[in-house]
T-cell receptor, first 110, second 114 residues
């Protein structure tokens, strides 16, 4: 089993739609969680951290479910500019190396 | 802040040649990571350093790969000899020691071995 697993998609949604991505991780002792965004032929960029209590940043909401070992990202009112690949990332406990999922590709269409 | 700086941006080389990729982390970041990204395998951690010391190199594919960090502001990833299957985008990233604030990635080096 991979350390971090994501549905690769692609997700093709119309503008204004709400879309959700899930990501599961295998190490129950993992301590830090993140969502990254990667545009085509660019580097991954931090989108948001994921806190135990859940957190929101504008149209983006991230949640963590430790019992089921998954994190989620919800995008509301999607924009054309949200089209990208979304990578989840997990830092194991007492460690500093981040493990990434394979990424979920999102295309928002007019 | 200039961010994480990688060079070269693109590298095309012939099989068997030595390739050296370079990275300058963000000043004050004491952890540095080398990743490789391919369509088939996604983003793979190759090696990481804390305070210039290699901590985990278990992701380095084979002995042809080596990495050094002679000081806090510079790291290299070397492939010798290079093979076509090494073709990928190589990213360097840096962070604070705890990594709680995520990593900052460089723009990457797109390596093509022909």
């Amino acid at each position: 089993r991979k350390e971090v697993e994501q549905d690769p998609g692609p997700f093709n949604v119309p503008e204004g739609a709400t879309v959700a991505f899930n990501c599961t991780y295998s190490n129950s002792a993992s301590q830090s969680f993140f969502w990254y965004r990667q545009d085509c032929r660019k580097e991954p960029k931090l989108l948001m951290s994921v806190y135990s209590s859940g957190n929101e940043d504008g149209r983006f909401t991230a949640q963590l479910n430790r019992a089921s070992q998954y994190i989620s990202l919800l995008i509301r009112d999607s924009k054309l500019s949200d089209s990208a690949t979304y990578l989840c990332a997990v830092v194991p406990y007492n460690n500093n190396d981040m493990r990434f999922g394979a990424g979920t590709r999102l295309t928002v269409k007019p | 802040d200039a961010g994480v700086i990688q060079s070269p941006r693109h590298e095309v080389t012939e099989m068997g040649q030595e390739v050296t990729l370079r990275c300058k982390p963000i000043s004050g970041h004491n952890s540095l990571f080398w990743y490789r990204q391919t369509m088939m395998r996604g983003l793979e951690l190759l090696i990481y350093f804390n305070n210039n010391v290699p901590i985990d190199d278990s992701g380095m594919p084979e002995d042809r790969f080596s990495a050094k960090m002679p000081n806090a502001s510079f790291s290299t990833l070397k492939i010798q000899p290079s093979e076509p299957r090494d073709s990928a985008v190589y990213f360097c990233a840096s962070s604070t020691r705890t990594g709680n604030y995520g990593y900052t990635f460089g723009s990457g080096t797109r390596l093509t071995v022909v």
